[in-house]
């Protein structure tokens, strides 16, 4: 990558890295899409909007959402 990466900067920037997403995610597209940077940090973009900004986390951070998602803690955001 030629530039710092931070925060909001876009997608496309992050030039060489490998986004994934989950096998979950809808025939439309409609998912988030993760990259682990040469930092050791974690990227996340919209898939519909996959030329738009990346959302830069530490590794804590995402090992906190993912044990919050596993434990259940968000699942009242889709439940309706």
């Given amino acids: 990558m030629d530039r710092d990466v931070y925060n909001g900067m876009a997608a496309t920037e ?21 990259a682990r940077l040469p930092g050791g940090e974690v990227a996340v973009r919209n898939s519909r909007f996959p030329d738009g900004p990346a959302l830069v986390y530490t590794r804590a951070e995402i090992e906190a959402m993912l044990a919050g998602v ?8 889709v439940v309706g």
Wanted: charged residues 20%.
């Fill in 14 to 34: 992050l030039n060489g890295v490998a986004w994934q997403k989950s096998m979950h995610s809808n025939s439309q597209g409609s998912c988030v899409e993760f």
């Fill in 70 to 77: 596993k434990d259940g803690e968000f699942d009242h955001l």
